[in-house]
Nanobody, 126 residues
Framework: QVQLVESGGGSVQAGGSLRLSCTAS????????MGWFRQAPGKEREGVAR????????YSSDSLKGRFTIAQDTYKNTVYLQMNLLKPEDTAMYYC???????????????????WGQGTQVTVSS
């Protein structure tokens, strides 16, 4: 059974940094497509970044690309999201997912058929 466990969330002031971790079990992340998504209260879930392990990374916006970095550690079977220059609008529950549907990684938006972690809360205060 594939499971994902996120960690690293917390409360920071605007301009601060956090690094989220997503450790997989039941699957080797190599050559898989994984992603970070977030959902703020009252808003729809949105993609943050995706990584086709060992191949490429994509970001959902230029603004995120300039501040966030998605990275892998295949030895630890873990994907990270380094978040710098955090803004209050980054406040959300952040989820890690591994793609299980047959769509290109760079356009994958996350579905209920994919495997998700439980989420980790990020709160940025002004």
């Amino acid at each position: 059974q594939v499971q994902l466990v996120e960690s690293g969330g917390g409360s920071v002031q605007a301009g601060g940094s956090l690094r989220l971790s997503c450790t997989a079990s039941g699957v080797q992340i190599s050559r898989n497509c994984m992603g970070w998504f977030r959902q703020a209260p009252g808003k729809e879930r949105e993609g943050v970044a995706r990584i086709l392990i060992g191949v490429y990374t994509t970001y959902s916006s230029d603004s995120l690309k300039g501040r966030f970095t998605i990275a892998q550690d295949t030895y630890k079977n873990t994907v990270y999201l380094q978040m710098n220059l955090l803004k209050p609008e980054d406040t959300a529950m952040y989820y890690c997912a591994i793609r299980r549907v047959s769509v290109p990684c760079d356009t994958w938006t996350g579905t209920e058929d994919d495997v998700w972690g439980q989420g980790t809360q990020v709160t940025v205060s002004s």
